[in-house]
T-cell receptor, first 115, second 115 residues
Framework: KQEVTQIPAALSVPEGENLVLNCSFT??????LQWFRQDPGKGLTSLLLIQSSQREQTSGRLNASLDKSSGRSTLYIAASQPGDSATYLC??????????????FGKGTHLIIQP | EPEVTQTPSHQVTQMGQEVILRCVPISNHLYFYWYRQILGQKVEFLVS????????KSEIFDDQFSVERPDGSNFTLKIRSTKLEDSAMYFCASRGTFSSYNEQFFGPGTRLTVL
């Protein structure tokens, strides 16, 4: 059974710093990996999707990498801003066919950017 | 930009009552999902739906749960006899086309409170 772990569980840094959030998964047979942002009491906003054949994806100040064989992904946030404060979730989609594409989520990293 | 919508935003019900949570997926999407998030816990996959039938369900999705696409736009989750432990945020998601690379887009969620 796939397990997704995110470290650290919480992180507080001053504005302007670059930071890295970590995600690991136990079963490397994945189709893709998605990073989401969740604001308190709100839904999930998709940030980046990395296909299993890719090594990284970039969107603005965000860069996500994937090392499928070692079961790890990182989300790099450059020049952090107070508006980046949120919980960041990592989720993997299994490689199995037959319509099995439910995502397995980590518990998230709660990020606070201090002004 | 197209988005997934969900109604109601908050539902309060008595234990043992039936509830129906409603979702309008993104209009050209073909794959539909329900997830739930108990307060303070991970987002968990419940069920996926394609071509008017369930394609995958988790062990959480027992006989108390059912899904339906009653028309061309709505996608519903019914809980027949709610329990206290069904209290959670329920998220609907949708994905487009046959491409397995497409990301899942999430709605804002319905907070279900069972008293």
């Amino acid at each position: 059974k796939q397990e997704v772990t995110q470290i650290p569980a919480a992180l507080s840094v001053p504005e302007g710093e670059n930071l890295v959030l970590n995600c690991s998964f136990t079963d490397s047979a994945i189709y893709n990996l998605q990073w989401f942002r969740q604001d308190p009491g709100k839904g999930l906003t998709s940030l980046l999707l990395i296909q299993s054949s890719q090594r990284e994806q970039t969107s603005g100040r965000l860069n996500a990498s994937l090392d499928k064989s070692s079961g790890r992904s990182t989300l790099y946030i450059a020049a952090s801003q107070p508006g980046d404060s949120a919980t960041y979730l990592c989720a993997v989609r299994p490689a199995a066919g037959g319509g099995a594409d439910g995502l397995t989520f980590g518990k998230g990293t709660h990020l606070i950017i201090q002004p | 930009e197209p988005e997934v919508t969900q109604t109601p935003s908050h539902q309060v019900t008595q234990m043992g009552q039936e509830v129906i949570l409603r979702c309008v997926p993104i209009s050209n999407h073909l794959y539909f999902y329900w997830y739930r998030q108990i307060l303070g816990q991970k987002v968990e996959f419940l069920v996926s739906f394609y071509n008017n039938e369930i394609s995958e369900k988790s062990e959480i999705f027992d006989d108390q749960f059912s899904v339906e696409r009653p028309d061309g736009s709505n996608f519903t989750l019914k809980i027949r006899s709610t329990k206290l432990e069904d209290s959670a945020m329920y998220f609907c998601a949708s994905r487009g086309t046959f491409s397995s690379y497409n990301e899942q887009f999430f709605g804002p969620g319905t907070r279900l409170t069972v008293l």
